[in-house]
């Protein structure tokens, strides 16, 4: 199992750019989360999907974030335009429903560090 | 609202002593998980112990123990015998499998673990 893949694992660019990240959930977990990790806010979730189907936006900072998950396989979180507050590691986990129901957490991937200049 | 506090910002511990990492939390749902993870200075997040707040006996994993107790609405996590490879931010989560926000995981401002040779 390659676990949960996230590219790129580190990106810089210009403020006003347009940034995409990606990532590949573990075959078979019906659950994908996006968080982001600042140090002033810590670990804050910024949305959810279950079964490709977006459950719970509520942290997306603002209209500049958008996520999509067009098949099991993949998810993109995409900020456009980017601004140097948006910087910060981006985290992408997995799960599946038994392992919820087992309580026993999420899998993370290596994130995205997100530098906005 | 679900809240995690980890009121140590930064912790030292001599090698091979053991090391208590606090945690307290606030939920009313009577039905709650709570995990820790490890995030060492590459990034990734790493599972470490689970708690279900139905469980009778505290968690143990190899050298991680979590001390739940429950009418204090505490979980620390205790690292026995610690190791230099243990150096690493550590952070307390709750899930509420429940209501608003059941399927994501609510993080603490995490401690930082530094282990003196």
């Known amino acids: 199992d390659a676990g949960v893949i996230q590219s790129p694992r580190h990106e810089v660019t210009e403020m006003g750019q347009e940034v995409t990240l990606r990532c590949k959930p573990i075959?078979?977990?019906?659950?994908l989360f996006w968080y982001r990790q600042t140090m002033m806010r810590g670990l804050e979730l910024l949305i959810y999907?279950?079964?490709?189907?977006?459950?719970?936006d509520s942290g997306m900072p603002e209209d500049r974030f958008s996520a999509k998950m067009p098949n099991a396989s993949f998810s993109t979180l995409k900020i456009q335009p980017s601004e140097p507050r948006d910087s910060a590691v981006y985290f992408c986990?997995?799960?599946?429903?038994?392992?919820?129901?087992?309580?026993?957490?999420?899998?993370f991937g290596s994130g995205t560090r997100l530098t906005v200049v | 609202a679900q809240k995690i506090t980890q009121t140590q910002p930064g912790m030292f511990v001599q090698e091979k002593e053991a090391v208590t990492l606090d945690c307290t939390y606030d939920?009313?749902?009577?039905?709650?998980?709570l995990f820790w993870y490890k995030q060492p200075s590459s990034g990734e997040m790493i599972f470490l112990i689970y708690q279900g707040s139905y469980d009778q006996q505290n968690a143990t994993e190899g050298r991680y123990s979590l001390n739940f107790q429950k009418a204090r609405k505490s979980a620390n996590l205790v690292i026995s015998a610690s190791q230099l490879g243990d150096s690493a931010m550590y952070f307390c989560a709750m899930r509420c499998p429940s209501g608003a926000g059941s399927y994501q995981l609510t993080f603490g401002k995490g401690t930082k673990l530094s282990v003196i040779p």
């Open positions: 986990a997995s799960s599946h429903q038994a392992t919820h129901k087992a309580n026993y957490g999420y899998t």
């Open positions: 075959s078979g977990h019906d659950y």
């Open positions: 999907f279950n079964n490709n189907v977006p459950i719970d």
């Open positions: 939920t009313s749902d009577p039905s709650y998980g």
